[in-house]
Each structure stands twice: as C-alpha cells, then as structure tokens.
C-alpha cells in the first residue's frame, strides 16, 4: 500500500474537520463542558507522562542550539500542565454563546430582526514552540462548537502530539467527534502551505509565532487570516505618576518574563519624573542584566546607575521586539508626545500608561490605537486566561473580525434571523 502524500493527509484532515464541525456545531453545551471537565482530568491524571514527551523534545531543542529563552517555551512544567486544566474548566464555568439571539428589534413591516451567535465552523491554527497553545486551541474550539486542525511547531512535535491524544479521549469520552480537534501529524512544511489554501474545508486561519511565519501565512493564504505580527510593548510612566508603583510595574511588565509577547520593551518617561524615577528603575534593571537602549536624556540620568548595561538606542530599537533581557528607554514631554511615539513606532498589541492624573488616563485610553490599552497596570496582563477568557488562541493586532486576545467570541460568527407571522414585502 502506498504512503500517503502530505496533500492527500491534508485533504483527508481537511474532510474529516468539515464533518465534525457540523456535529459540533449542534453539539449540546452539556457534552462541551464535559469534554473540558474530562480534558481537564486528563491533563492533571497525565503529568508524568506527558513529562516524558516534552522532555524528548527539550533533548532535540537543546542539541539544534536553541537559545534558553526558546527552550523555557518548550516546557511542560507541573504549572503550565495545571495552567492548562484550569483554563478548560474556566471555560467549561462560562456561559455557552451559541445559540444566543441579540438584538432582537421590530420593524416597521412588523418583522423581528435580529443576530444570532454561531461557530465558524473550521479553523486552522499554525503555532510555534509552546505546546500548551494545543490545549488552549483545542479547548477555545470545543466550547466554541467548531473544528480544528492544529499544526505546532516541529520542535514540540512530541509534546502536542502527547496533548492532542488526551484532548481526543476526553471528545469521545464525551460522546463528541475525536476529528473535532486534529494535530498535523507531520513537521513537513508543505502540510502548512496545504492548511491555508484549502478554503473548501477550512475557514479562519490563525497563525500564532515569529514575524515571518505570519508574514508568509498572510502572503500565501487562501483563507481569512487573524494575526499579529509582533508585540512592541510599550510602558509609559506619566507626570504625575505614583513613583513606587510606576518602578514596580515597569519592572513586572519587562521582567517577569522576557519570552512573551505582551512583555514591554519600550519604557517612555515623563521629563518632569525621569530624574526620579529612571535611577530606581535603572538599578532593578542593572541588577536582573537587562540591558537599556536609551536616548541621550535617558542615558545621561541613567549612567549614575552602578553596573547598567547602556547602549544608544538607533531608530530600529524603537520599533524592536526582543523578546529578551533588552528594553529601550525614552525621555518624553509628556502624555502628547507618549501617545505619538507609540501610535508610531508600536505594532498595536499592548500599550500602559502609569499615572495619578485621570485626564491623561481618559485621553490615553482613547487616543492610544492599540488592541489593548492599560491604566496603572503591567502589559504581562494582556492575555485571554487573565482577561477572564478561559483560555485565548492568540492576540490579534487586526481590526477585522476579532481584536486583542481572541476568546470563544473571536471563534463565533453572527448570522442574521428574521421572525414573521406571514409578513409579505409590499
């Protein structure tokens, strides 16, 4: 018997996710929530031997000389496993949205018009390195009633496949499809360029990872894409501002972890607190070894810190995403001046201002073109877990269909139903 081809484990994917989708989408919110209690179950019944996994793929990162930031990705900690559970029966807790009529109004013909809640039927999800977004992908798509076709990265190829198995027993534990939820199988690459040009089978695609992943989904797609590109964060500390609490934000928001997308990696600072605040900040910096890309004001101020790490930042460090124990420092006039430099040099993800003035608050909030914007609180909060979404599938920095963490609403379409009692158009 001959292998199957890569197109042909595609398609077969693709066909069996189109079936699926259709049991799901009739599927009662009594079994969804309990394939998420049942998933849940699994994960925490599972740790051990889902260990075992990741560690194969640890091994396989760290001899291919991937950096120790990338590797942190790869974990499978007791945590993350229990972060994980926690996020499918957050989800499993929530409201089920199907179904659901809004807006319901009578027109003048005396028809009722007005949208119902619906899945959208088949997503395709193409990740990177962390493998918890299986679970997260897999447990957003069943309470959402669609389908989905997973492809993680080849670097946790072991670890998703562990995890997609568990998410498949808990389906059909639950009397739902297996197909419901499917892993790409294979890290050839051709399996992508399948995925996002199968518009029969396939409706959203949402590309989660590196700059040029989503740039190359989103030139050869044929399918709607929901992404965004990169997470330039910004931090700005306002006069007048609460200095304490400005140094311990900005230090959560840099520092608690330099991996994800939502950590800051541009601080901007009122000129009337810089000389007050930047020494404070600058020595918690110099301590962790984070380095500081400054502009002359900043570096100035901040060179009378003991065993900081300066550099002069270049008009690329503005726009950077480093992922990494880097972070370029500005010296602004003021709020107007913040808002400007982020609305330029920001990829539109996650931007705060820390402040005691409610104005600058209100005008931040309003004039900061961002999918999220923050007062007095860290960027590391942008995520759907923390934002009471039960779990996200990505952020997403376009203004069509969904924008900012994408939760089971961004996974929902409406369609419009129209209730009469014999109505004719005249």
Same mark, same amino acid.
């Given at each position: 018997?001959?292998?199957?081809?890569?197109?042909?484990?595609?398609?077969?994917? *693709?066909?069996?996710?189109?079936?699926?989708?259709?049991?799901?989408?009739?599927?009662?919110?009594?079994?969804? /929530?309990?394939?998420?209690?049942?998933?849940?179950?699994?994960?925490?019944?599972?740790?051990?031997?889902?260990?075992?996994?990741?560690?194969?793929?640890?091994?396989?990162?760290?001899?291919?000389?991937?950096?120790?930031?990338?590797?942190?990705?790869?974990?499978?900690?007791?945590?993350?496993?229990?972060?994980?559970?926690?996020?499918?029966?957050?989800?499993?807790?929530?409201?089920?949205?199907?179904?659901?009529?809004?807006?319901?109004?009578?027109?003048?013909?005396? %028809?009722?018009?007005?949208?119902?809640?619906?899945?959208?039927?088949?997503?395709?999800?193409?990740?990177?390195?962390?493998?918890?977004?299986?679970?997260?992908?897999?447990?957003?798509?069943?309470?959402?009633?669609?389908?989905?076709?997973?492809?993680?990265?080849?670097?946790?190829?072991?670890?998703?496949?562990?995890?997609?198995?568990?998410?498949?027993?808990?389906?059909?534990?639950?009397?739902?499809?297996?197909?419901?939820?499917?892993?790409?199988?294979?890290?050839?690459?051709?399996?992508?360029?399948?995925?996002?040009?199968?518009?029969?089978? /396939?409706?959203?695609?949402?590309?989660? *990872?590196?700059?040029?992943?989503?740039?190359?989904?989103?030139?050869?797609?044929?399918?709607?894409?929901?992404?965004?590109?990169?997470?330039?964060?910004?931090?700005?500390? =306002?006069?007048?501002?609460?200095?304490?609490?400005?140094?311990?934000?900005?230090?959560?928001?840099?520092?608690?972890?330099?991996?994800?997308?939502?950590?800051?990696?541009?601080?901007?600072?009122?000129?009337?607190?810089?000389?007050?605040?930047?020494?404070?900040?600058?020595?918690?910096?110099?301590?962790?070894?984070?380095?500081?890309?400054?502009?002359?004001?900043?570096?100035?101020?901040?060179?009378?810190?003991?065993?900081?790490?300066?550099?002069?930042?270049?008009?690329?460090?503005?726009?950077?995403?480093?992922?990494?124990?880097?972070?370029?420092?500005?010296?602004?006039?003021?709020? =107007?001046?913040?808002?400007?430099?982020?609305?330029?040099?920001?990829?539109?993800?996650?931007?705060?201002?820390?402040?005691?003035?409610?104005?600058?608050?209100?005008?931040?909030?309003?004039?900061? =073109?961002?999918?999220?914007?923050?007062?007095?609180?860290?960027?590391?909060?942008?995520?759907?877990?923390?934002?009471?979404?039960?779990?996200?599938?990505? %952020?997403?920095? =376009?203004?069509?269909?969904?924008?900012?963490?994408?939760?089971?609403?961004?996974?929902?379409?409406?369609?419009?139903?129209?209730? *009469?009692?014999?109505?004719?158009? *005249?």
């Amino acid at each position: 018997m001959n292998a199957e081809t890569t197109a042909e484990l595609m398609n077969r994917l *693709g066909q069996q996710a189109k079936v699926a989708s259709a049991l799901m989408a009739r599927a009662s919110s009594a079994r969804k /929530v309990a394939a998420l209690r049942a998933l849940a179950a699994l994960l925490r019944a599972n740790i051990e031997p889902l260990q075992v996994e990741n560690a194969k793929d640890l091994e396989r990162a760290r001899a291919a000389g991937l950096s120790e930031p990338m590797v942190d990705r790869l974990k499978l900690t007791p945590k993350v496993i229990e972060t994980c559970a926690e996020g499918c029966e957050q989800l499993a807790a929530m409201p089920d949205i199907i179904g659901e009529i809004l807006g319901m109004k009578q027109q003048p013909s005396g %028809i009722r018009v007005g949208q119902m809640r619906v899945p959208i039927g088949v997503f395709g999800m193409i990740f990177e390195s962390r493998p918890n977004v299986t679970i997260e992908a897999a447990s957003l798509s069943i309470k959402s009633g669609n389908a989905c076709i997973l492809r993680g990265g080849s670097e946790a190829i072991e670890s998703n496949k562990a995890l997609a198995k568990l998410v498949q027993q808990a389906l059909e534990q639950s009397g739902l499809p297996a197909d419901a939820v499917q892993l790409v199988p294979t890290t050839d690459r051709e399996a992508v360029g399948q995925l996002i040009t199968m518009p029969q089978y /396939v409706d959203v695609i949402i590309p989660r *990872g590196g700059k040029g992943l989503i740039e190359r989904i989103s030139r050869d797609a044929k399918v709607p894409v929901i992404k965004h590109l990169d997470g330039n964060c910004h931090t700005y500390v =306002d006069d007048p501002c609460d200095i304490a609490m400005a140094v311990k934000v900005a230090d959560n928001a840099k520092t608690q972890k330099y991996s994800p997308c939502n950590a800051t990696e541009s601080l901007l600072v009122a000129r009337g607190v810089a000389a007050e605040f930047l020494p404070k900040i600058g020595a918690i910096y110099a301590q962790k070894g984070v380095e500081m890309r400054c502009c002359p004001v900043s570096k100035a101020i901040l060179s009378q810190v003991s065993g900081a790490q300066l550099k002069d930042a270049t008009e690329q460090d503005w726009s950077e995403e480093y992922l990494a124990p880097i972070i370029s420092v500005k010296v602004v006039a003021g709020v =107007d001046e913040a808002i400007a430099h982020i609305n330029r040099y920001s990829s539109g993800h996650t931007e705060a201002i820390l402040t005691t003035d409610h104005r600058h608050a209100q005008q931040f909030l309003r004039e900061v =073109d961002s999918s999220s914007v923050m007062v007095n609180a860290s960027t590391r909060f942008a995520d759907g877990f923390e934002y009471g979404l039960g779990a996200e599938i990505g %952020i997403s920095t =376009d203004k069509f269909h969904a924008r900012g963490p994408v939760g089971v609403e961004g996974l929902t379409s409406l369609k419009y139903v129209v209730l *009469g009692e014999g109505e004719v158009r *005249g």
